[in-house]
């Protein structure tokens, strides 16, 4: 039978096991030193770097160019495979396909002319070509035709279902012109060209692609002439004028001075 004394040994042993371990003052100091010396070195560092941001002005410079323009930019040319979409682009024109159907409603004897585009800048100016062109034609030629504007897809079918005489549409070239120019449209006074996103771009250009390929579907049976900007912009206006005149059926004559007299100067009204 064990002794008391060996008991109250027992006793301190397993107290001294359960009691926890108390950290030695030298190890607790090198800890705090280590991390004072730690904190101290940031701050330092941080310190050194903002005096040689503000001892530098080039380094300012930079710095508030590159968060006043976009970091990514895209360049007014072809894509890659644009050629491939441009090929696609059709046309119906009355003179060399007779099967192009130019629909006149019932009782009305008014041509109704679609003038298709996206908005933007590009479709407004050739509108007013158009205007200043078929304005001049009423007058010497009694025509009775309608310039109707809209940027809504036509639906599929023909033209009872659609309702145009004729449609001419604008095709961009460049496409990140007119998908550029269709973004601006939307923008707010206060903002400028530089607010337009490359997220933005991708978007509209996509938009734009598939807006030429449901129009395309349409050419396919209704007159149509598919106006490439590009083309118009590096062409004299009187061959403009002349393709105009050529699919709306009025005679081909010069009439580059009554649009004068009457809009101004000419150039204002390519795209």
Known sequence: MPTPDIETARGRRILR???????KPEFIAFVLACIILTVYLTFRRVNQIVRHYESNPVLQKVEHAEMALPVRKAEPKDLEHERIFHSTIKSCLPAANKNCKQFVPE?????RIGVIAPPG?????FLRLLRAVVGRARRKESVDMELIPTSHVPPYGYGKTHGWTKI???VPHPLLVGATDALASFLDNDESIDSITLEDLKASLRLQIRYHC???HVAAHTSMWSVDVGSIVNEPLEDTIGRIQEFLG??????????ENEEGDVDDLVP
């Open 17 to 23: 096991r359960q009691s926890p371990k108390r950290a």
């Open 107 to 111: 009782k009305s004897t008014t041509q």
């Open 121 to 125: 800048d590009m479709a407004t100016t």
């Open 168 to 170: 001419i549409r604008l």
């Open 214 to 216: 449901r129009m395309s």
């Open 250 to 259: 009025f005679k081909k004559i010069d009439v580059i001075r009554d649009i």
